[in-house]
């Protein structure tokens, strides 16, 4: 009989209960100062006070104890672009402008599918590099660049939702499918890959200018004929696109009603941006349980706006966080909560780093319906977990120093911290990245 696998893992332990806005920062987690997660068979078996669990414990059963560290769960991107990783930094467009010069040029090398397995794997190493064990991911219109990253995320364990663009007009004729090919292609990816292992398909459409309407008649006919696919697009990221919506479909009366119309608003349908966003169209993304990706570097790398985080509180809108590489500027997620608060002190609010690490973990599980399995370090939820390193520089180092609570401490980390906090991530349990062991597939310039 194969013995079970039991680890466990010593460390300040943090994750979340919920949200800040509806729970109150102080009901809104859990936190242990000397804690313990034992992990068997890639579940968290059981999370608690080191002092009263370490006696539970076979004695064959090894502790690992990590020093000046905090274990939290992984973290969650709701939007990101793999195809993107080889134009991110691209100088000096906005919206409409930057897809034409850089995105649609990069994403034309996927029809080759080593270049896409190639991208899959650095991008993977990148994400896990940076503490994200789960992403909802945008592929290109090639049906190859999907399979590509399936197959490298399957073999890496890991809890991914991806799909396929869906593309029928206003882009390069060698980038557009028809509303017939996104069909078959979409469904062909969702009988190989939906529920196989931790992988999950989302039906994609790029956003509604580069779709007729028969397309995105197609996007809401695949969503009633397979059980818990996601939907993931674009919304309201920046003036002139919406205003190109308008143009494009005056017979609705705003940007979400072209998609609502086509019955792509639901549980599992998570939007990128929503900067602009009206009163009405925030009452129906509630109505519909439908989410929003907030990618604060994105929005200010394309001066596209600031994301409105407290009238989604209002409406009790589900938010993740979304890199939203390649216009959004860093893999990781401290650097994206650090754009966050200087986004909402724009606005003249704050972000609490309670709220933050909630957005960045257990708030993107829920976005993403997956709160079940990932967001938190419940027993019995998937062991996807983070050690983030105190010391991970002279100056964060320093500054720890002199903080005096949890909060200053999480929040000195989202301000200063970056890839190099992060000391290992773990999915199911396994080592799948550690800080002090090079890796070969960083970024060697595919």
């Known amino acids: 009989m194969t013995p079970i ?44 006070k080191a002092s009263e669990l370490l006696h539970t414990l076979p004695a064959e059963v090894p502790v690992k104890q990590y020093e000046n560290a905090l274990i939290i769960p992984g973290f969650i991107d ?49 994400l896990l590099r940076n503490g994200t064990t ?35 007009r206003n882009a390069p004729q060698n980038l557009t499918d028809t509303p017939d090919s996104s069909y078959r292609d979409s469904k062909e990816l969702i009988e190989r890959w939906h529920g196989k292992g931790r992988l999950h398909y989302a039906v994609t459409p790029r956003f509604a200018p580069t779709s007729t309407p028969e397309q995105l008649a197609i996007a809401g006919k695949l969503l009633t004929e397979y059980d818990d696919l996601y939907m993931h697009t674009h919304l309201s990221e ?17 940007y979400l009603d072209v998609y609502d119309h086509h019955e792509l608003l639901g549980k599992r349908s998570v939007f990128a941006h ?10 129906r993304l509630a109505d519909t349980d439908s989410a929003i990706a907030f990618c604060p570097t994105s929005n200010l790398f394309l001066g596209s706006g600031l994301f409105n985080l407290p009238q989604a509180e209002q409406y009790k809108i589900k938010v993740g966080m979304g890199t939203d590489v390649g216009a959004g500027t860093s893999f990781s997620m401290l650097q994206t909560l650090n754009e966050a608060y200087k986004v909402m002190q724009l606005q003249g609010k704050k972000l609490h780093p309670f709220k933050s690490f909630y957005l960045a973990t ?21 062991a996807d977990f983070v050690v983030l390193d105190y010391h991970a520089t002279p100056l964060l180092k320093y500054r720890m120093a002199q903080a005096s609570s949890l909060e200053e401490r999480l929040f000195v980390m989202m301000t200063l911290g970056d890839d190099r906090a992060v000391k290992h991530t773990f999915a199911m349990g396994q080592p799948v990245h550690s800080r002090d062991t090079p890796h070969k597939n960083a970024p060697q310039g595919v």
């Open 78 to 126: 709701t939007h990101i672009h793999y195809p993107q990783i080889g134009m991110i930094a691209s100088y000096g467009e906005q919206l409409l402008d930057w897809l034409e010069n850089y995105t649609f040029p990069a994403e034309e090398k996927f029809v080759d599918k080593q270049h896409a397995q190639e991208v899959s794997e650095t991008f993977l190493t990148e």
């Open 134 to 168: 789960t992403a909802l991911v945008f592929g290109t219109v090639h049906p190859e660049s999907v399979d590509a990253f399936f197959s490298c995320a399957e073999q890496k364990n890991l809890r991914m939702i991806a799909g396929k663009v869906m593309m029928d």
């Open 274 to 283: 929503g900067v602009h966003l009206c009163e009405d169209e925030c009452q």
């Open 362 to 382: 257990l708030g993107g599980a829920q976005a993403l319906a997956l709160d079940q399995h990932i967001g938190n370090l419940e027993p019995g939820t998937d």
């Open 5 to 48: 696998s039991v680890t466990a893992h010593r460390a300040a332990i943090l994750d979340s209960l919920g949200d800040p806005a509806e729970l109150g920062i102080e009901n809104s987690y859990r936190y242990f100062e000397d804690g313990l997660i034992i992990v068997e068979e890639g579940k968290i078996r059981a999370l608690g």
């Open 238 to 254: 920046n003036k002139n696109e919406t205003a190109w919506v308008k143009e494009l479909f005056p017979e609705q009366t705003g």
